[in-house]
Structures are given as structure tokens and as C-alpha cells.
């Protein structure tokens, strides 16, 4: 070894030199390395992967609805001066259990001064299958009496999965004076989901309008309940189409005049009118224990539903319609009573 090849004791590498690890020639021979594969990263497809999961989860617990089911509430109209009717539809596969209604305000409607109603009683009637959404069939909100609410299970009642009812809310309007307006309010539906949860549906649409006018009251008779019904079957039987004429008349307290004025009436050109015409009594309320004031609906074919106030009288221990009120509908129809 030359002086010039080393430094500080140690020789430097030269063309002669061999080194077998760093000569690929010298290595021995063998099968090559299999590379290992490694899966690529991207977060993009993995989080729509992710989002696609949640949203199809969301979607079966909607469907099936234990948790958060689809219950809609659209009102639909209104029964009486104190009834509003809702459309309720559960279209989740679980049955909810509807456990209260109350009434709010509609924050973006205020009215001065205006009056919010409570509710004073609600019921749930089942609709049936082939019933047309926001067209309830009667017989889901035939009056239970004079002045009860529409028929149906008073709550808490069960919604079944994938299903429509009708919820009758019957209001109270406390403070409400003739003048005075309601203050825009929505009604909210409480109910419980099969796993236990306590949720709200509002209905859709806000309601308004002016406080109901109050029917004059006073000492009622002995058996108000009795007497209420009795009223109420006397206006079914002076305007159902069903009753003979001796029928009607033998419920009207001063009938002087009117079997024959009604038979010719039937015959004129509003006769089918006259002859269809039916009232359906929706509140009563006595100011004296043998006079009542009544308001009523009046229907028939070709006429829209038409509220009026009518009077009753007790006559010989039988409550009757009184006159006035017979000839004041028969006006309607271009008919005066002699």
C-alpha cells in the first residue's frame, strides 16, 4: 500500500477493489421481491361513502319510525264556530300515540290586543283507507251531540303506522268579545314515538279571524243535557228530507200555514233545494229554562254550508222550533210564511 492511499491510517477504495454487497452482478440469484400493495388513500370517496351511509340510515328509521317518524298535520277546516278540524298522517310504518293538542301563536303574525283560544277538548277519529288527504269523509266528524265534539276517542289515542285521522281541537275563547280579533295562532300536536320519545307536530297552515259571537245565556232547565238533545233532535226532524209533513210541523211551536206553503214550495223552481235541505245543530246555549238559542249548520245539494242562529221553545213539556226561525230559512229560499 502506496503512502498516497491512505489517510489517517485508513486506505482508500480504488478500481480494484471488490465490494459484493454494492455489486448488483455479485448478488446471488433468486426469485425478485413481490411489492406489497397498499391501499390508496382518498378521503373524498371515503367520506361520500360515509354520507351515503348515514343518509340510508336516516332514511330506514324515518320509514319504520321509532324515533323520529313522518308525521304530518294539516288543518283542513272548520266543524263549527268552535271546532277545527286537522288531517293527521303518520306515514312511518310504527304507530304513534297523539297525547295532547294545545294552541300557539304564530310568531310572525301578532295582532294587537288579539285574543289566543285554548283547547278546551279534542278527539281522534281513524279515517278510512280510500278517503281522499284533506277530504274527510263525514261520518269521521258526525257531531256526537248537540254540542260535543266529533266523534272519535278522546286522547291519549293511537295513530297507526301509515295511516290518516281526523282530530277534531274544540276551542275555548276566553276574553273574546264580539269585535275583537283572534290572534293568528297554529295548532301543536304532542305525540309519543314507539321508542318512547316525546315529540310536536304544528299544523301547517295559521288560522285567524274574529272572536266568535256569544249566544245569549241564562238559568238553564233542570236537565240542561236532556234538554239539549231534545232540541237537537227537533231540527234534525223539521229539516230532514226524511220527515213527513205532519212530522215537521208537530215540532214547530206556531205551524199555522206551513204544511201548505212548504208542499207548494216543493214544487217551485227551488224545490230540490227545499226538499234536500237538512241542519245540523252545533251549539246550544239557554237563556231561560223553557228558551234556548241554537246555531245550526244548513246543507244541501247545490248550496254551500250556511251557519245560522235560530230559538227553541218549550211548549206542553216539548221542546220545538220556533217559527221565526223556520220562516226566516224558508226566505232563503224566496218563500214567505202567511
Known amino acids: 500500500m502506496k503512502p498516497s492511499d491512505t489517510t489517517a491510517g485508513w486506505p482508500h477504495p480504488t478500481a480494484n477493489d471488490h465490494d459484493p454487497s454494492t455489486d448488483p452482478t455479485s448478488r446471488a440469484e433468486g426469485p425478485p421481491a413481490r411489492a406489497r400493495w397498499v391501499a390508496s388513500r382518498r378521503p373524498v370517496i371515503l367520506a361520500a361513502l360515509a354520507v351515503v351511509a348515514v343518509c340510508a340510515l336516516g332514511w330506514a328509521l324515518r320509514w319504520w319510525g321509532p324515533l323520529n317518524p313522518d308525521v304530518t298535520a294539516m288543518t283542513i277546516g272548520i266543524g263549527s264556530d268552535a271546532t277545527t278540524l286537522v288531517d293527521l298522517h303518520n306515514g312511518s310504518v310504527a304507530a304513534v300515540d297523539i297525547t295532547a293538542t294545545e294552541v300557539i301563536a304564530d310568531p310572525r303574525n301578532t295582532v294587537t290586543n288579539g285574543v289566543l283560544p285554548t283547547v278546551a277538548a279534542t278527539s281522534l277519529a281513524p279515517v278510512p283507507p280510500s278517503a281522499v288527504p284533506g277530504q274527510l269523509p263525514t ?116 205551524a199555522h200555514g206551513l204544511a201548505e206553503i212548504t208542499t207548494a214550495a216543493a214544487t217551485g223552481p227551488r224545490g230540490a233545494e227545499m226538499v234536500d235541505l237538512t241542519a245540523t245543530v252545533t251549539e246550544v246555549s239557554f237563556d231561560q229554562p223553557d228558551h234556548a238559542w241554537v246555531r245550526y249548520t244548513l246543507t244541501g245539494p247545490g248550496i254551500a254550508p250556511y251557519s245560522s242562529t235560530g230559538q227553541a221553545r218549550l211548549v206542553d213539556g216539548t221542546w220545538k222550533v220556533q217559527r221565526a226561525t223556520v220562516c226566516h230559512d224558508l226566505g232563503l229560499l224566496a218563500v214567505s210564511c202567511p
Open 139 to 254: 261520518t269521521a266528524v258526525e257531531p256526537v251531540g248537540p254540542v260535543g265534539p266529533p266523534r272519535g276517542k278522546p286522547l291519549p289515542a293511537a295513530l297507526a303506522g301509515r295511516s290518516e285521522a281526523a282530530l277534531s281541537a274544540t276551542l275555548a275563547y276566553e276574553g273574546c268579545r264580539p269585535g275583537l280579533s283572534l290572534q293568528p295562532y297554529r295548532l301543536r300536536v304532542h305525540y309519543r314515538t314507539a321508542a318512547g320519545r316525546e315529540l310536536t307536530q304544528d299544523t301547517v297552515d295559521t288560522m285567524s279571524g274574529s272572536c266568535p259571537d256569544r249566544l245569549p245565556s241564562g238559568p238553564p232547565p233542570a236537565d240542561p243535557t236532556a234538554a239539549s238533545a231534545a232540541i237537537t233532535e227537533a231540527y234534525r226532524v223539521v229539516y230532514s228530507p226524511a220527515s213527513d209533513a205532519a212530522a215537521r210541523t208537530a215540532l214547530v211551536d206556531d
